[in-house]
């Protein structure tokens, strides 16, 4: 049986409609797992195995290094990431195409961390990696900006929260399938990432934008690193939100070295423990990401669960700053995961409510996710110090206190429907 002729007209017309939110859903969920996987799998365990076979004692010295360089390359990537995407005009569309480039990228650079030798390479190879997956991440989260209508933002941003735990979960789960330390670890996982994203970019319908394409020079590119905080207060205190509540999150590129130097797990087992402990706090940020997203958009509130996000990771991190067993590190996971699931439900509705300009989405939204880059840098950073000063309870209880900055500061975004208030920032009018 032939398939039934559809005009030519109708099939253009058809291709230059947004995705419907049936398709929508499930493919910015595998673009965002295969984002996830790829990113936090070596933060939290690929990189640590990587480094301890190449520098020995050194290795937790070298993975501040790898980290931080890393995540200062993503903080630049971003927001220019996010402005070669709005000004795009492929055919593919402007986010598809960066979508699949930047994980196909991400993938290959993945797949060449097997043949490094000295930290230096595994430095250069991370900040390959950190730029091709911060294209990709700015795009993910543009195409969510121009096509989820605002009153289900509450639902697409929980499953995207739901998103993040459970991708580093699928990649470590894909790596633990191999023996610890062994170049199949990195090529499933490239392999792995890369799948998962070029099923998403089939099922999302990007049109191409129609607009003239402004001009791209070096002051442009400069600009997208630039917001006006006096102009628009609520985009710059959501920033700093988002800032304070991820840098709790980066505590977790320390799990692995915890385990084996303060438990003393054993190189071979600290990928099992990982798992499992990333099995309860995939548990518990689904069950709080699910509840959440849900509840915020039928109260129209947002910040009372960013204030009980923020209090409930620092309890989570002086948990963990107590733990002699496993068993405290799995409860503490589970109490971190669930707090941050019930941010992240919440973080890019909220985020995207109070953006200044529809015109550059992707260039503003790039801008907030600085804030989840920025951590991944000044913590690696930050870390070997403060565990000199006073080992991991330093470091663990120094993160608490920026998770309760993190609850007191969204009080001053403005609450659902008063972002009209003088002062504030605009809702965006969308075109």
Same mark, same amino acid.
């Given at each position: 049986?032939?398939?039934?002729?559809?005009?030519?007209?109708?099939?253009?017309?058809?291709?230059?409609?947004?995705?419907?939110?049936?398709?929508?859903?499930?493919a910015?969920?595998?673009?965002?797992? +295969? !984002?996830?996987?790829?990113?936090?799998?070596?933060?939290?365990?690929?990189?640590?195995?990587?480094?301890?076979?190449?520098?020995?004692?050194?290795?937790?010295?070298?993975?501040g290094?790898?980290?931080g360089?890393?995540?200062?390359?993503? %903080?630049?990537?971003?927001?220019?990431?996010?402005?070669?995407s709005?000004?795009?005009?492929?055919?593919f569309?402007?986010?598809?195409?960066?979508?699949?480039?930047? *994980?196909?990228?991400?993938?290959?650079?993945?797949?060449?961390?097997?043949?490094?030798?000295?930290?230096?390479?595994?430095?250069?190879?991370?900040?390959?990696?950190?730029?091709?997956?911060?294209?990709?991440?700015?795009?993910?989260?543009?195409?969510?900006?121009?096509?989820?209508?605002?009153?289900?933002?509450?639902?697409?941003?929980?499953?995207?929260?739901?998103?993040?735990?459970?991708?580093?979960l699928?990649?470590?789960?894909?790596?633990?399938?191999?023996?610890?330390?062994?170049?199949?670890?990195?090529?499933?996982?490239?392999?792995?990432?890369?799948g998962?994203?070029?099923?998403?970019?089939?099922? !999302?319908?990007?049109?191409?934008?129609?607009?003239?394409?402004?001009?791209?020079?070096?002051?442009?590119?400069? +600009?997208?690193?630039?917001?006006?905080?006096?102009?628009?207060?609520?985009?710059?205190w959501?920033?700093? %939100?988002?800032?304070?509540?991820?840098?709790?999150?980066?505590?977790? +590129?320390?799990?692995?070295?915890?385990?084996?130097q303060?438990?003393?797990?054993?190189?071979?087992?600290?990928g099992?423990?990982?798992?499992?402990?990333?099995?309860?706090?995939?548990?518990?940020?689904?069950? *709080?990401?699910?509840l959440a997203?849900?509840?915020?958009?039928?109260?129209?509130?947002?910040?009372?669960?960013?204030?009980?996000?923020?209090?409930a990771?620092?309890?989570?991190?002086?948990?963990?700053?107590?733990?002699?067993? %496993?068993?405290?590190?799995?409860?503490?996971? +589970?109490?971190?995961?669930?707090?941050?699931?019930? !941010?992240?439900?919440?973080?890019?509705?909220?985020?995207?409510?109070?953006?200044?300009?529809?015109?550059?989405?992707?260039?503003d939204?790039?801008?907030?996710?600085?804030?989840?880059?920025?951590?991944?840098?000044?913590?690696? !950073?930050?870390?070997?110090?403060?565990?000199?000063?006073g080992?991991y309870?330093?470091?663990?209880?120094?993160?608490?206190?920026?998770?309760?900055?993190?609850?007191?500061?969204?009080l001053?975004?403005?609450e659902?429907?008063?972002?009209?208030?003088?002062?504030? *920032?605009?809702?965006?009018?969308?075109?």
């Open positions: 049986m032939t398939a039934p002729y559809v005009p030519l007209a109708r099939r253009a017309d058809r291709s230059a409609r947004p995705t419907p939110l049936r398709r929508f859903v499930p910015m969920l595998l673009t965002q797992i +295969g !984002f996830y996987a790829a990113l936090t799998t070596p933060l939290q365990l690929l990189l640590v195995l990587r480094l301890d076979s190449i520098a020995g004692p050194g290795a937790r010295s070298a993975l290094v790898v980290t360089f890393g995540a200062l390359c993503a %903080v630049v990537a971003t927001p220019i990431g996010g402005r070669l709005d000004r795009t005009r492929a055919r569309g402007r986010r598809r195409t960066w979508i699949l480039t930047g *994980s196909l990228v991400f993938a290959l650079v993945l797949a060449a961390m097997t043949v490094t030798t000295a930290v230096w390479q595994v430095v250069l190879l991370w900040c390959l990696a950190q730029v091709a997956g911060n294209f990709q991440f700015a795009a993910n989260v543009a195409i969510m900006a121009d096509q989820v209508a605002p009153d289900r933002r509450g639902l697409v941003s929980g499953l995207v929260g739901l998103v993040a735990a459970v991708g580093p699928a990649g470590i789960a894909v790596a633990d399938a191999f023996p610890a330390g062994a170049a199949a670890q990195w090529l499933a996982l490239a392999a792995g990432s890369f998962t994203t070029l099923v998403a970019v089939l099922l !999302f319908r990007d049109p191409p934008s129609t607009e003239p394409r402004p001009p791209l020079d070096l002051r442009t590119l400069a +600009g997208a690193f630039w917001f006006n905080p006096y102009r628009h207060p609520a985009f710059g959501a920033w700093l %939100v988002r800032f304070l509540i991820m840098c709790t999150y980066s505590a977790g +590129g320390y799990t692995a070295f915890f385990l084996m303060h438990l003393d797990v054993s190189k071979s087992r600290v099992t423990v990982t798992l499992e402990a990333g099995l309860v706090s995939v548990v518990c940020l689904g069950i *709080s990401s699910a997203g849900y509840a915020s958009d039928a109260l129209r509130r947002q910040r009372p669960f960013v204030v009980f996000a923020g209090i990771a620092a309890a989570a991190l002086v948990l963990m700053s107590t733990a002699d067993t %496993v068993t405290t590190v799995v409860v503490a996971s +589970g109490l971190l995961g669930f707090a941050v699931g019930t !941010f992240l439900a919440v973080d890019l509705a909220l985020c995207m409510r109070v953006l200044p300009s529809a015109a550059d989405t992707a260039k939204l790039a801008i907030i996710n600085i804030a989840v880059a920025l951590p991944q840098s000044l913590v690696p !950073f930050a870390a070997p110090a403060l565990i000199a000063l080992g309870p330093t470091l663990y209880l120094t993160l608490a206190a920026l998770g309760l900055l993190g609850a007191a500061a969204i001053r975004v403005p659902v429907g008063r972002e009209h208030i003088p002062g504030r *920032s605009a809702p965006i009018t969308r075109v």
